[in-house]
């Protein structure tokens, strides 16, 4: 018997991460290597362990993305989930500063990455693995989707309930592997109220219908301005654009945040938000769109 059949023959008991007759990682696709088996297997593998992963996307930069990641990975922690947050922002990681974790290496095994424990939510970024958080990464395509495949087929992600993706802005290659290789099982896109920044979510949905990612919803951030004083929420920017441009699309809006002084100081000093301005009316917003947005996910066979 050659290596490739005896492999195969072992495969079940080698795997044994689902009981699924039809798992695609317990057989060589056709003019596939015994190399790349072996690698497709221990990503699917690692993958087949995560119940839900979701997606956070931008049509835009500086729209608080990584912010609605972070809160969404928290929610999900505090209410008993096992979860997980993956930075796949390769030349702008921000995640760690937003968890007070610069500075911060990463340990394990030869051959595996523990990610880094932050107040229950495992958490994995390019950014442990600077020696400079000045350095810039200089890499063009290939190397960028082996590293992320690297974070979801070499981390110890280990059994976990949800795995919250906080993905670059745009539609380029950071998202694309990420759909390719972890298959997501929903989407959340934010944006801003203006017209600038609410069109590129059509470009957001669409990539996202050409990957045949679900779209959770649209979530519009810094959607007024939340008075700390009195709690009036004073539009700023023009609003409604989020909302609008889910209903030209047919997705759902998941809710407008509005913008709050303590939302970038918590960013900044390394606290989640909604664990230490809970009680805000920015906090209230934001849980209303996760709420609704993990509503949709639940309704996602």
């Not at 997501?184 to 990957?211: M, N």
């Not at 509005?258 to 909604?274: H, K, T, V, Y």
Request: proline residues 7%.
């Amino acid at each position: 018997m050659n290596m490739a059949s005896d492999h195969q023959a072992k495969l079940p008991s080698e795997c044994g991460t689902c009981g699924k007759e039809d798992c695609q990682a317990k057989n060589r696709q056709p003019q596939e290597s015994q190399e790349d088996f072996l690698d497709r297997q221990k990503l699917e593998s690692r993958m087949c362990r995560i119940g839900r992963k979701i997606v956070v996307l931008s049509g835009k930069g500086g729209v608080g993305k990584s912010t609605v990641a972070v809160n969404l990975a928290a929610a999900l922690a505090d209410a008993g989930k096992r979860v997980g947050l993956l930075d796949v922002d390769i030349h702008g990681p921000s995640i760690p500063t937003m968890l007070g974790l610069e500075g911060t290496q990463i340990t394990g095994p030869e051959g595996e990455m523990t990610p880094v424990d932050a107040g229950g939510i495992k958490v994995l970024s390019i950014g442990f693995f600077l020696e400079n958080p000045d350095h810039a990464v200089v890499w063009r395509g290939p190397m960028k989707y082996g590293v992320i495949k690297q974070f979801l087929k070499d981390a110890a992600w280990g059994e976990l309930d949800y795995l919250v993706i906080d993905s670059p802005p745009g539609t380029g290659d950071e998202p694309l592997s990420v759909c390719q290789l972890a298959k997501p099982d929903g989407a959340v896109i934010v944006t801003t109220p203006q017209k600038v920044a609410a069109v590129d979510v059509r470009k957001s949905i669409t990539f996202c219908r050409l990957l045949e990612v679900p779209v959770l919803g649209v979530v519009e951030n810094m959607s007024g301005f939340a008075c700390p004083h009195c709690g009036q929420v004073t539009p700023i920017l023009r609003s409604g654009g989020g909302r609008k441009i889910s209903d030209d699309m047919g997705v759902p809006f998941l809710g407008s945040i509005p913008i709050d002084p303590a939302m970038a100081e918590s960013g900044d000093s390394g606290r989640i938000f909604l664990r230490h301005f809970g009680e805000s009316l920015t906090a209230k917003a934001m849980e209303g769109m996760i709420r609704a947005a993990i509503r949709m996910d639940d309704s996602r066979p």
